[in-house]
């Protein structure tokens, strides 16, 4: 390809790889990672095919404040983005670009996002010369002959240059992780769909096909071709009548996307199948419905919090076939993290690299770090799960983290009181490191990390969408809040596996046959309709957990309002008439 040419040229690397995708280039690049000290095998017998990196400690996680939207105006980047002048932005980046790779291999992936021969997949093209990245994207993306043969065809795809912005000179030796913390750029240019990446090789600041290209670059195609791109898990529940519905949920990043999506209900004969923890693509169909498909292969999960307890099935998805990334290490070659098992086994290696004692201080893997995993291993993967058409969707649901504001679940009234509800979805800080603990962050539609174009047009997107179709067969939507807590600070809500009894209110409220009660906020269980056989959960809890507090909603009103001027124009007159509604209602 010619572009490749053209870059070969700036980036300067000594050779060029075209990634086929095959096992034995995946075991080749495994071992050469092992040789320069990224990769620590596991124990082959605990964790089979399996590997631990350590990252550089200034390189664990996407880097917001370096993350940029190029587009023409500041405008169309809108208030929640940092837009760069994509003229300026080019060529300060190239000044970096130039001899890039100098001493390295660049690594050519082309890689299918969305099953491979689905209409709605799309294809990528990353540079890189991370053989990391290269290795847990062909975990995380579909990569192979296929898709060359695709791209031969004459198929479009994006292009995503990557470079970690640390060439070798002849004296300089390689170290495990390079990295170039100095200048990290993390670009995207939506309107001619690139992304240009430098200075990092983690997540989703590398792993390019993932936030950057699925959602990013993503959101901007789909509001031109008249689709959706989300922040969104999708899963299958059946109910004990063998009747199968299809949710999609937006939460924002830490609040548990992954461990609902694979989610093992307590309530009886209920069964709820996996088919994806983290991005989704929406469409309508020939039949007027939204479909969905998960355009990711794999799972980039945050490990430090999963447990039998809270995941027991991404935990079965870790047998194998995993990279492991700011893990600690026990003595006998596995991996650990905070809340695996009770308490720490003995003589852990820290994600530092360092031995680990109860008495170290910081807890012994990075509170970001991550499993990367083949979405086929979960043992709760629904069989349909890379159908081409996707799944069609009965439910969407919007759940944020809030101590006191917002119900454990509200149906919406129609389409646009979603699109509000989404609108204005918010979680409180809980890492002491960004901030206050329990400060109110707006994250609409959990997307704002992610959106590559003005938030307030998104919303516009999203209120149009629901014209294009008979509102009797949009999805309907809903609203959870899992973190209420009380008045003494405890949780009123049991979460995880319990969450199941909201999961079956939600059915019963598509197929119409739930008891509701309408408030000013939307429809909420009537008392008796939500499942609760078996949970001993206190009267005043529930009470407390399906009330609308007016009082706390006054406050939140000016939040909202406040959170609504911040898009000046933009934000779409439709939603500022919810507000009012809601206001009127509070009211009543
Ligand atoms: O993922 C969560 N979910 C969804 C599960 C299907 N988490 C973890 C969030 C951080 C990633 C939750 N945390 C959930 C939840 O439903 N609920 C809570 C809050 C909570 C935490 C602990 C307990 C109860 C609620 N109970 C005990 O610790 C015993
Ligand atoms: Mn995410």
């Not at 004969?269 to 794999?298: S, Y």
């Not at 201080?361 to 629904?382: E, K, L, M, V, Y």
């Amino acid at each position: 390809m010619r572009w490749v040419q053209a870059w070969r040229a700036v980036l300067a690397p000594d050779d060029v790889h075209l990634c086929s995708g095959s096992d034995s280039e995946y075991e080749h690049l495994c071992r050469r990672l092992e040789a320069s000290g990224t990769f620590r095998r596991l124990n082959r017998e605990l964790r089979p095919n399996s590997f631990a990196a350590l990252s550089h400690p200034a390189d664990v996680a996407r880097v917001e404040n370096r993350t940029f939207i190029a587009s023409r105006s500041q405008h169309e980047a809108g208030p929640t983005n940092n837009w760069r002048d994509p003229t300026e932005l080019r060529s300060e980046m190239l000044e970096h670009f130039r001899g890039a790779m100098r001493g390295r291999c660049m690594y050519v992936v082309p890689f299918c996002m969305g099953p491979i021969g689905s209409p709605f997949s799309q294809i990528g093209v990353q540079l890189t010369d991370s053989p990391y990245v290269v290795v847990n994207s062909r975990i995380m993306t579909r990569i192979g002959d296929n898709v060359i043969s695709e791209l031969e065809g004459g198929h479009s795809f994006v292009p995503c240059i990557h470079s970690v912005g640390a060439p070798l000179t002849a004296s300089s030796e390689d170290v495990p992780w390079p990295c170039n913390p100095e200048n990290r750029y993390i670009a995207h240019f939506p309107e001619t769909r690139e992304i240009w990446a430098f200075g990092s090789g983690y997540g989703g600041n590398a792993l390019l096909g993932k936030k950057c290209l699925a959602l990013r670059i993503a959101s901007a195609i789909a509001r031109d071709e008249g689709w959706m791109a989300e922040h969104m898990l999708i899963l299958g529940v059946t109910s004990p009548a063998g009747r199968k519905h299809y949710v999609a949920a937006a939460f924002p990043s830490g609040c548990g996307k992954t461990n609902m999506a694979m989610m093992i209900p307590t309530l009886r004969d209920w069964k709820v199948e996996t088919l994806g923890d983290d991005i989704a693509w929406l469409r309508f169909g020939e039949d007027g419905r939204l479909w969905a498909i998960n355009p990711e292969n794999g799972f980039f999960g945050i490990a430090p919090g999963t447990s039998p307890k809270t995941n027991y099935n991404a935990l079965a998805s870790l047998g194998g076939n995993c990279i492991f990334t700011n893990v600690a290490l026990t003595e006998d070659g596995d991996v650990w993290w905070q809340d695996l098992t009770d308490s720490p086994p003995p003589n852990l290696t820290s994600w530092d690299g360092e031995p680990w004692t109860p008495e170290s201080g910081d807890p012994p893997a990075h509170p970001n770090a991550r499993f990367t995993a083949p979405a086929a291993q979960c043992p709760s993967i629904a069989p349909e799960w890379e159908d081409p058409q996707g799944v069609p969707l009965s439910a969407i649901i919007f759940g944020g983290r809030r101590g006191s504001v917002g119900p454990l679940v509200t149906a919406a009234r129609s389409w646009a009181h979603g699109v509000f509800m989404g609108s204005i979805l918010s979680s409180e800080t809980t890492a002491a490191a960004t901030g206050k603990v329990g400060q109110v962050r707006f994250d609409p539609f959990a997307i704002r990390p992610f959106c590559g174009y003005n938030l307030g047009d998104y919303m516009g997107h999203w209120l149009e969408m629901g014209e294009r179709t008979d509102q009797g067969l949009l999805p309907r939507i809903f609203w959870v809040n899992w973190f209420r807590r009380g008045d003494d600070g405890r949780f009123l809500w049991p979460g995880f596996s319990e969450n199941s009894r909201v999961l079956r209110w939600i059915v019963e409220t598509v197929e119409g046959t739930a008891k509701s009660v309408e408030t000013p906020l939307g429809f909420l269980p009537a008392p008796g309709s939500l499942d609760l056989s078996g949970l001993p959960i206190p009267a005043a809890d529930l009470e407390e957990l399906l009330r609308v507090n007016t009082s706390v909603w006054g406050e939140e009103l000016k939040l909202i309002r406040n959170h609504y001027e911040s898009f000046e124009d933009r934000l779409p007159k439709r939603l500022w008439e919810e507000v009012d509604r809601l206001e009127a209602l509070l009211q009543g």
